[in-house]
């Protein structure tokens, strides 16, 4: 099986620092930026190349603004190119979780 390599886009301008995703980071890939979003907030960002895409980061987000992708290392598509692998949606009322697995060999 090929090593995962994983991925995340922050919504910039929702992200309010909480940590909480910072703290879920089980390879301690998250930090906070050295910048301030518009509302004022040093927002997560990717520090590190080392992401699974383990979800837990999107899986602890109060306000559902990580999405993570998951590509095979070698050959792996330009973050635009890859298909969310967790989303989590519609916060304020119910909670919908949906995760989708990963084929061996998907993503060539």
């Known amino acids: 099986?090929?090593?995962i390599r994983g991925y995340i886009?922050?919504?910039?301008?929702t992200c309010k620092g909480c940590d909480?995703?910072?703290?879920?980071?089980p390879q301690e890939s998250l930090a906070h930026?050295?910048?301030l979003?518009?509302?004022g907030f040093h927002y997560a960002v990717l520090i590190r190349d080392n992401c699974t895409g383990c979800e837990n980061?999107?899986?602890v987000c109060p306000d559902a603004?990580?999405?993570v992708y998951r590509a095979p290392k070698k050959g792996a598509p330009k973050p635009a190119a890859r298909e969310a692998l967790a989303t989590v949606s519609n916060v304020r009322a119910n909670i919908r979780i949906s995760v989708d697995e990963i084929a061996e060999g998907r993503g060539d």
């Open 57 to 59: 980061c999107a899986l």
């Open 1 to 3: 099986m090929a090593a």
């Open 9 to 13: 886009e922050v919504d910039i301008d």
């Open 20 to 25: 909480l995703c910072i703290e879920a980071c």
């Open 37 to 39: 979003n518009s509302r």
């Open 33 to 35: 930026s050295a910048s």
């Open 65 to 67: 603004v990580i999405t």
